[in-house]
């Protein structure tokens, strides 16, 4: 994701959302400041959750949710590769 991010971040706003720190936030944490993320991170608390767990379609991590500008989601994946985000933001921003 931080590739892809550098590639587009001038276009395409990022933001990561921790949402498994239930199951073990050292190392949530420890994986985040691992790696130069030039963009938001979050940590999805229960608020959070509520709010926007409709946008999360499955239960497995990592997923990915893409929003057009106006905020609607135009697809989501599980796992993902950089050619597949790639794709799919060319996509999007087109």
Known sequence: MALIAEEFGDRVG???????????????????????????????????????????????????VFFDGDGNVVTSIVGGSYDDYRTIIEDIIS
Request: glycine share 4%.
């Open 14 to 64: 990022f933001m990561t959302v921790l949402v498994d720190f239930d199951s073990d936030k050292d190392a949530a944490i420890k994986i985040v400041e691992s790696v130069d993320l030039q963009f938001i991170t979050i940590d999805a608390n229960t608020g959070f959750r509520d709010s926007f767990g409709k946008y999360f379609t499955s239960p497995y991590i990592p997923q990915t």
